[in-house]
């Protein structure tokens, strides 16, 4: 369906599916020790002075809520060879418990949100600002670390509805 201007859901999406983005999984956890993850490709920096980031969070995914209420988070930039964990981690509705169980990973230091073994690069995160954006939200984070973990790994990229790999 369209609206009065001829941007209809199916259409946008196709349209930005034309954008090739890299893929990411932003990490949390809470208080008592909860890991929560999602997959993101609504990810880029912001600014190098002070070194912020920002990415994507579906008002309606449960991550939504567990990262605005802790204010602390990582991004792990998947390689190519980690296409099973971003699938994994976009699945809607999985199993609360064990959530990163079996996937490698470690606390970040100055965060301790998870990191995950294997990442091209790694960022962790205090959230600086919050703005609504539809039936998402933007989350601004400041750069409170950064790792790069396999400098030599291939990045994940997601193109035209699929996962990509460069040629």
């Given at each position: 369906m369209?609206?009065?201007?001829?941007?209809?859901?199916?259409l946008?999406?196709?349209?930005?599916?034309?954008?090739?983005?890299?893929?990411?999984?932003?990490?949390?956890?809470?208080?008592?020790?909860?890991?929560?993850?999602?997959?993101?490709?609504?990810?880029?920096?912001?600014?190098?002075?002070?070194?912020?980031?920002?990415?994507?969070?579906?008002?309606?995914?449960?991550?939504?809520?567990?990262?605005?209420e802790?204010?602390?988070?990582?991004?792990?930039?998947?390689?190519?060879?980690?296409?099973?964990?971003?699938?994994?981690?976009?699945?809607?509705?999985?199993?609360?418990?064990?959530?990163?169980?079996?996937?490698?990973?470690?606390?970040?230091?100055?965060?301790?949100?998870?990191?995950?073994?294997?990442?091209?690069?790694?960022?962790?995160?205090?959230?600086?600002?919050?703005?609504?954006?539809?039936?998402?939200?933007?989350?601004?984070?400041?750069?409170?670390?950064?790792?790069?973990?396999?400098?030599?790994?291939?990045?994940?990229?997601?193109?035209?509805?699929?996962?990509?790999?460069?040629?």
């Amino acid at each position: 369906m369209s609206d009065e201007r001829g941007v209809g859901p199916a259409l946008f999406r196709d349209v930005m599916g034309r954008f090739a983005t890299g893929v990411a999984i932003v990490t949390t956890v809470t208080d008592v020790g909860a890991e929560h993850a999602m997959t993101v490709n609504a990810f880029t920096s912001v600014s190098l002075d002070p070194p912020l980031v920002m990415f994507c969070a579906d008002k309606a995914a449960r991550f939504h809520g567990m990262v605005l209420e802790t204010g602390r988070w990582a991004v792990s930039v998947l390689s190519e060879e980690m296409r099973d964990a971003s699938e994994r981690f976009a699945t809607r509705g999985r199993a609360l418990d064990g959530r990163l169980e079996g996937r490698p990973h470690v606390r970040g230091p100055a965060t301790g949100a998870p990191i995950l073994a294997g990442a091209l690069a790694a960022l962790e995160c205090r959230t600086r600002a919050v703005h609504d954006g539809g039936d998402h939200t933007i989350v601004v984070g400041e750069v409170v670390g950064l790792d790069v973990p396999n400098p030599d790994g291939r990045p994940l990229i997601f193109y035209g509805g699929g996962y990509r790999t460069l040629g």
